[in-house]
């Protein structure tokens, strides 16, 4: 802390000292007025999320009357990954059905962990990591609100659908058989069409990642867990597809890599140089009048300056150098200079002779901002 003596020096305001100590009453007004705004703040990003929350929802009243689309998109995704070669659901699935406790465990971790480990992780950030908030929300706003499109315009049946619909298929629907079941016969929340992409996946690797880049103890990396966890969950209850999986991994991958600082930074260098006028160089070089190299005698001197406007000195010289060839020196008209120890006649005595300066051709003459060569002031060609 600096002293009062210390603040005096540094320019600072001289606080009371029971201010400055925090033990007074004068820095009460001012842990309200932050206390307020703090809770101001988390109330509207909640009020967001709920918002984003809510109108995700919506989402499953565009599936109303589309489940004959949705169970035709389950068969075309399963032979797109039988054509990749990708594992089946239905023997991952197989190997979990000897085990009942392990099938109800997992449609338990299915209901219960998804939402509640969403919240919690949000409101940690939101709360006790405020600076890593911001591209938190971004992301799992940018990503959920892809998500519901995709919803929206490829409703998916989930595999638990396919035993009546591809011969040979055999996967059981284990919240049926083993409980719990996330879908009851009433369910008026949950969209059992919208398998496409997995938000369990794609949520649980964002909530790996959070923990993962804020926190910085070893212990951290058993986070990882938690995707792996939801994606054998999600599959041997036959929930989702292992193309459900890498979408929406995928889809929260691609924004934590957008909203990286150096990504921002070139997206806005881009964004500034396609908003740029393809003349603009040359419209701006024409604003700033012609070059003095190329000014003439009927032309405005430099930076639109009127020939009258010629410095003093220049025309004082011009004229000096005008009167010692006009007053004696022989001019040749064919020759391109003359000696530059021409004098004037009327040199005072005692004093060193004046110099004629050299006069060039009339292509190689310095071309003077009055609009005539500097060698003669009159204007007239050597």
Request: net charge positive; charged share 15%; hydrophobic share 50%.
């Amino acid at each position: 802390m600096v002293s009062t003596t210390g603040q005096t020096l540094l320019g600072a305001p001289v606080r009371p000292a029971a201010v400055a100590r925090g033990s007074g009453r004068g820095d009460r007004p001012g842990r309200a007025v932050g206390a307020l705004r703090d809770s101001a703040f988390i109330l509207g990003q909640v009020v967001l999320l709920g918002s984003l929350y809510w109108l995700y929802g919506l989402g499953r009243h565009f599936a109303v009357g589309r489940e004959i689309e949705a169970l035709h998109h389950a068969k075309r995704v399963w032979h797109l990954e039988r054509l990749f070669d990708l594992p089946s659901e239905s023997s991952i699935q197989s190997l979990a059905l000897h085990s009942s406790h392990l099938l109800e465990f997992a449609n338990r971790f299915y209901v219960v962990v998804h939402f509640p480990a969403a919240i919690v992780f949000l409101l940690w950030v939101l709360i006790f990591q405020r600076p890593a908030w911001r591209r938190v929300r971004t992301v799992i706003m940018a990503s959920t609100g892809v998500a519901l499109l995709i919803h929206i315009a490829y409703p998916l049946a989930p595999p638990r659908f396919l035993p009546r619909l591809v011969p040979g298929v055999k996967l059981v629907d284990t919240g049926a058989v083993f409980g719990p079941s996330p879908y009851g016969p009433h369910d008026t929340v949950a969209n059992q069409y919208a398998a496409m992409p997995s938000l369990h996946i794609g949520w649980s690797i964002l909530e790996a990642w959070g923990v993962i880049t804020i926190l910085r103890m070893r212990a951290r990396w058993l986070a990882i867990l938690h995707p792996i966890i939801t994606t054998i969950v999600v599959v041997i209850t036959a929930n989702h597809y292992w193309l459900d999986g890498i979408i929406g991994g995928g889809l929260v991958v691609a924004a934590v890599q957008l909203t990286r600082p150096e990504v921002q930074a070139r997206l806005r260098l881009w964004a500034i140089a396609c908003r740029l006028p393809v003349r603009a160089l040359p419209a701006t070089a024409m604003a700033c009048g012609p070059s003095p190299g190329v000014i003439n005698g009927d032309h405005p001197g430099a930076a639109g300056r009127a020939v009258t406007e010629v410095p003093r000195a220049r025309e004082d010289a011009s004229a000096v150098s005008g009167a010692a060839v006009v007053s004696g020196a022989t001019v040749v008209p064919d020759t391109p200079t003359v000696p530059a120890t021409l004098a004037a006649p009327d040199t005072p005595a005692g004093s060193a002779p004046r110099a004629a300066p050299p006069r060039r051709a009339a292509a190689e003459a310095p071309v003077d901002p009055g609009g005539a060569p500097a060698g003669d002031a009159r204007g007239t060609p050597p």
